[in-house]
């Protein structure tokens, strides 16, 4: 499961990073603006994407930045859109990893027994 999250996170980095120029130049946000907040977002990503070998930290820190890059839209209106696939697949992927290590966890029971 966190080989995914990670997976969406990095991704995550590279459209958050990508979306500043897009700010400044179609969305006319000042180049400063755009700076931190997309920077802060790409930089939250990879911090995240960086300690989710530890659940306890990296889990909050991925939904914190789900949060961040759908709230970059208010910036962009583009980021409520690629902020929410990401919410989505990260939802997803969150749902369907902790199912699956639940079934797997069942089933390495019943073989022991």
């Known amino acids: 499961m966190t080989k995914v999250l990670l997976s969406v ?4 980095v590279i459209c958050c990073g ?7 130049t179609i969305e006319e946000v000042p180049t400063a603006t755009a700076a931190i907040v997309g920077g802060a977002v790409a930089l939250l990503a990879l ?3 960086a300690v989710m070998r ?9 939904w914190l930045t789900q949060v961040g890059a ?3 839209g208010l910036l962009t209106p583009g980021m409520y859109f ?3 696939l990401f ?8 749902v369907l990893g902790k199912r ?12 022991a027994d």
């Open 9 to 12: 996170l990095l991704f995550e």
């Open 18 to 24: 990508l979306a500043i120029p897009v700010m400044v």
């Open 47 to 49: 911090v995240s994407a």
């Open 54 to 62: 530890h659940p306890a930290v990296g889990y909050p820190l991925g």
């Open 70 to 72: 759908v709230a970059m």
């Open 82 to 84: 690629v902020g929410g």
């Open 87 to 94: 919410a989505g697949l990260w939802i997803i992927s969150f």
């Open 100 to 111: 699956l290590e639940r079934l797997t966890a069942s089933s390495q029971d019943a073989v």
